[in-house]
């Protein structure tokens, strides 16, 4: 590419208005180029004509004062024409009215109300207008040393002009005052975890942009080829480039487990939650300019003959701008909180926590009535707007901290184990303490939420990533009684796009045909020919179905974990399982293509194509900058032809298809390099800019003096792992493998495992101590300045 396209996207709030995005706020740039309304620098643009005639590299800053002034006497004009476009929809007023329904995408919860997003819409649109007619104008083309020469030039002076707008910041919200006792832990949508800028990683504010958006008219137009001519179909590109397991095994993965799958699903529903609009696109071709469905080609036999003509896909909302004709790329919010805090356990709003938890500090359970006696479940979902495929009305869905929680029986067995043990938790400071019932419910969540951390960090990442990116990027924990002393309140944690709709959307190629579950005997090996081995596996195209988990005559919850840590997940290459590819369930009468989804979303949300992060950001070696090059990088032969069948230019290869298809890397993990890149860029900021990372030192000028954990405590967190999570809450798994998201056919007792002592957060811990060795307090355990 020739030079960087964009090196800051810089927001004006026009006639002086200010921003309504609550989330608009500094974020230095410490991890290489990061581009969002966010994150505010005062780079200029480096914008090189792709022709052959090079413009100037930047717009002096006299001539943006001219822009901005030609913009501010266009812009009412251009609102006056926005608001006569019919963008008025007709809202989806509940699920009922929908023919489908999306169990896989969003529910109730994550549907914006639509006036908010018909302003926004209509903002687009005059944004549109007005740059459409400054760039008209010989005065400003000759302004911007721009040679008048048809739709490329049109091109650059929108590139121009969006350089020269400027935002201002928003002004902050108060927090609470540090020594208030609810500062020791963290607020439900995540608001304050950053005192200095309360909205970094909060509920509610837009995803980040490590490269700039890349629309076709610089707004919000889905992007398209460099000649400017549609991209390829994505049904196309999803059954010619990436194929079909249909007719073949999947192949394992060679150290992961099925549950692995699933960890990566839970984590993503921790931190990643787009808002989305409820319009209806059940038509093709559809007048809803929201709609963006992927059309089924009519050579496409797997779906033609079972009469789908198209996947919906609706465009996620966009990101409120309130005042009119606020000038920028459109942005998409994430609804829930960014920071690995287990939100998916206890929700991102007050609604959902006070709806979730107990009046004791324990969290809302169901024991069910019906059938052989089990364990405690989620609690039930009894509103009548959310779908639920259950065939059983005594065994309803479930309700949790994340709408997506009934996906799939996995997710749900997963969701399962972490109430449960909050309610372990809960139960032991119950009985141990006299503490109130708010102050155990937060002592609960705020240990729950550092054994997400501990076991993402020490079982999950250093499976998916190579040693040396996890040692180039600070991704190991520390051991011991240390300290974590990197926690910058500079950083803003929150997900970026590239991540969400691409990099981490890899777990769809771990998926398999089928959960297995075993009986406790199957599982250890030592089933004799009389006893079974194995229950029923369950198909994993059956989505949304949660009679399973009540099936305790069939092993429960109990014999589906036992059948995620036993068999492997698919491998990570680029292919998928036909449950996802070709039988993928969201409602009745809706089968679509998940991969399809995957790339079409990419193409909405303005997401570069696979080069521009490949070489712009991670700037990894060899470069790609043709089709030829894509060997070097390790993809092979038949996978290069097939994406010369489909695509026009190697830039114009989505991200999720190049990231797709990249071998892993020869150094270690199961990724390619670029979702490495990506990974661990994001992974690092969740671990930095978070306040109440378990591992951070006492600090009163960085305000963790009241968050921190005592080092006993943390010594203590430091002993969780994910397969004595599983021991302390099943009701017949007494042995396991220590490490349940990697291959082994090795299993432990569970009582040898490693485990956390809770004595140590209790408040009379020193006493105790004292009194049965005569030994003085543990004066480290005081919440210091420590270091490493």
Known sequence: MAGRLLSALLLLLVLGLD??????????????????????????????????EQVRDSVPINVCEQIKAEFKAVAKKSMVEAKKEKLRRKAASSAGLRKFFQILQHLKRSVVDDAKVLRSLQNEACVKYAIRDICATRKVLDLLGIPPKGRLAEKICRKKVIECLEHRPLKDIKCPDKSEEDARFRTINGTCNNVRYPFFGAAHTPFRRVQPADYEDMVSSPRVAQSGDKLPNARNVSRFVHGSNADRQNPDSPRLTHLAMNWGQFMDHDITLAETQGVICETVPSIEPECFNVEVPADDDVFQRREVKFFEVIRDAPHEFKPECSPGPREHTNIITAFIDASNVYGSNEEEAEELRAPDGTMRIMKPTHGCPLGDLLPAETDPEIPCVSRDPNRPCFVAGDERVNENQGLMSVHTLFVREHNRIAE??????????EQIYQEARRIVGAELQVITYNEFLPLLLSPKAIRDNNLALLQGRQYFNGYNPGVNAQVSQAFAVAAYRFGHSLVQEEFLRFTQEGFEHKCSKDSISEYSPIPVLDFGNPTYLYDKCNGGVDSIFRGLVKSPAAKVDGRFSSSVHENLFRGPGDLSDLISINIQRGRERGVPS????????????PAVNSFEDLKKGGIGQKDINSL??????????????????????????????????????????????????????PNRKLNT???????????EIRKVTLAKVICDNSENIPSISRRVLQQSKILVDCNKLPEMDLNVFTPDFRCRRKRATGDAPDLEDENDEGSN
């Open 644 to 697: 010369k069948c489909q695509y026009q230019s190697v830039q114009d290869i989505d991200l999720f298809v190049g990231g797709m298809l990249e071998p892993a890397d020869s150094e270690g993990g199961a990724l390619g390099k670029t979702f490495q890149c990506l990974l661990t860029e994001q992974f690092k900021r969740l671990r930095v800019g978070d306040r109440f990372w378990h591992e951070n030192a």
């Open 428 to 437: 032991f400071f119950g009985k141990n303490t006299d503490w109130e019932a």
């Open 19 to 52: 921003q309504g995005s609550s989330s608009v706020l500094n974020d230095p740039d410490w991890l290489g180029d990061t581009y969002s309304p966010a994150d505010v620098t005062d780079d200029l643009v480096e914008l090189k004509d792709r022709g052959k």
């Open 705 to 715: 003096d009241k968050t921190a954990f005592t080092r006993s405590q943390l010594q």
């Open 610 to 621: 696979y080069t521009t992060y490949r070489n712009t950001f991670c700037k990894i070696t």
